[in-house]
């Protein structure tokens, strides 16, 4: 088996290319299977898990975004569920966690248009749609004050609602 500069790599040998390919595959599983065995045991990635098991309703995008700004938050919703469903309020001087949230919306799936744009017309298909994201902001527990949050074993979910 001959190698080149980019990592590949030439089986040109008839009589040995069989076993020279069962032991390139062997080689690089094993090499695989140690850089993921790095990559695991890195304090990096058991933050990483941590806050993917404090965050799992989020998508994995909004749970880099709330890490990224706030490593420390164990429980963010948005500014009228912590009023209303909570009693809870922003104390002064604190900031949001931005994070991305699907606009849905019902269109003409033909033209796109709105429900509004179609009251005159033939169209009747108003399916719901996701259309692009807008940027909600959220706010993680610590910078509340208010009413004791009681979390019971049923409600442990992070993504408290919008």
């Known amino acids: 088996m001959s190698t080149t500069s980019d990592s590949s790599v030439s089986f040109s040998q008839t009589d040995t290319r069989s076993d020279e390919m069962h032991s390139t595959i062997e080689q690089w599983i094993d ?3 140690a850089g993921v065995d790095d990559a695991q045991a890195s304090e990096e990635f058991q933050e990483w898990l941590d806050v993917q098991s404090r965050f799992h309703d989020y998508s994995y995008r909004n749970t880099l975004l709330i890490k990224r700004q706030y490593p420390e938050a164990t429980k963010v919703a948005g500014y009228r569920t912590w009023q209303e469903e909570f009693d809870r309020h922003v104390q002064e001087g604190e900031s949001a966690i931005w994070i991305w949230a699907p606009i849905i919306t019902k269109q003409c799936p033909e033209c796109g248009n709105s429900r509004s744009y179609h009251e005159s017309s033939d169209c009747n298909d108003q399916t719901p749609r996701k259309l692009p994201y807008s ?3 959220a706010l993680r527990a ?3 004050e208010g009413r004791a949050l009681m979390w019971t074993p049923g ?3 992070s993504a408290i609602g919008w």
């Open 31 to 33: 090499e695989l299977v």
């Open 142 to 144: 610590s910078v509340l």
């Open 155 to 157: 409600n442990q979910s």
């Open 135 to 137: 940027t909600p902001s």
